[in-house]
């Protein structure tokens, strides 16, 4: 019942005036929900918000408007790395972060002086996506304008509306990273269209990454363990690169992925509940000769609003699903779009739980007790409001989700229509 806030002259409640009531409430509305809201990055995971700066380390303010969640709040932003806890084990026990076509970044610049036509997978830069704990990238390189550029094309051509910026670009940001982070491991995974002449070989010497590569020769080529973190870290073997391209190998000494690697379909058809097969290229998921396992988690069509959904709870009941088609083997890679959209937790919570079970038999990696026997667990019921801090770098907190991000634009509407229809045009 309402409250009488004006009375008549026999001290009985009337009614207020139009208008009245509804701004009246909706004062007391914004009072309540001022007086108790959390800021100045005291909010904790879930926490409501307003900007960036009021939810703590390792989050951002971001809504799930696909959840029906459109109340901006607190959400995960950072991954904990799991050398980071348990350090020391052969590379093929981890699981990490890998962002599906890395480079392809909403309000990426148009550097051919043309309108660019295709899909966005990401939303901030590629350092950005290291600082934050993403450590494979997915990149699709292409021969173009006599360079190798990142293009997100079709039919194995780049064009200019497909172009997005020379591949040299995004790899001096992982150069820069793994000079400022000396413990660190990033993987590249190549969608290969380049057939310049020892064309890869030169731009990752150019752009000074050479001195980081992890060498064929050491790669186990029967499903073996590979080194421990620990030994590439001080021989400095902290980058590992598979191309798609089967004759590179011999040509270049660059890893052809599917000898050394299983994966499940990519776009649509990695998306199915309940169903998990390889890809055509790949051999099968519960393959003994292989001994990393990538689970691509995207639609073939990537639509922002979309992405906190399919980052939350069906990723986690997918990794399941992979697990037993694997032959009960835990993903190394997980890919996805738009890896800091979520419900909460996210593709972040996912890998947490994985890097649990697998390095310590915990529920969650933040359990885990270095030196500790397997299955000892920190007394962790749930997961903490607040994640540990355990990166690399620091949270940037430059993705800011709550406003005109969470939407998908016409203008974005219209290029994939654009894009579409110039691909059947292609294919037909």
Known sequence: MLACFAADRTGRCRAPADGYLLPLI???????????????????????????TDCGPGLYCGNCPAMSKNQPFCT?????????IINGLPFNKYSWLVTHNSFSIVDAPYLTGVQRITFYNQEDTVTNQLINGVRGLMLDMYDFENDIWLCHSFRGQCYNFTAFQPAINTLKEVEAFLSQNPSEIVTIIIEDYVHTPKGLTKVFTDAGLDKYWFPVSKMPKKGEDWPTVTDMVRDNHRLLVFTSDSSKEADEGIAYQWRYMVENEPGDGGVVQGSCSNR??????????????????????????????????????????????????????????????SDGGGVFDTLDRINGQTLCGCGTVTACQAGAPFGVCKNISVYNKTPPTATAGSFSGSVQLSGSASTVHFPYLLALCLFHFLLMLFLF
């Open 280 to 341: 055509k290229e790949s051999k099968t998921l519960n393959s003994k000769s292989a001994s990393l396992l990538l689970q691509n988690y995207f639609p073939t069509i990537p639509v922002q609003s979309e992405a906190c959904k399919e980052n939350s709870a069906s990723l986690a009941n997918m990794v399941g699903t992979c697990y037993k088609a694997a032959g009960n083997t835990m993903p190394n890679f997980v890919a996805v779009n738009f890896y800091m959209r």
């Open 26 to 52: 909706l004062v007391l509305a914004v009072f309540v929900i001022t007086s108790t809201a959390c800021s100045n990055g005291n909010c904790q995971l879930l926490d409501s918000c307003s900007v960036a």
């Open 76 to 84: 995960r932003g950072q991954a904990i790395v799991p050398t980071s």
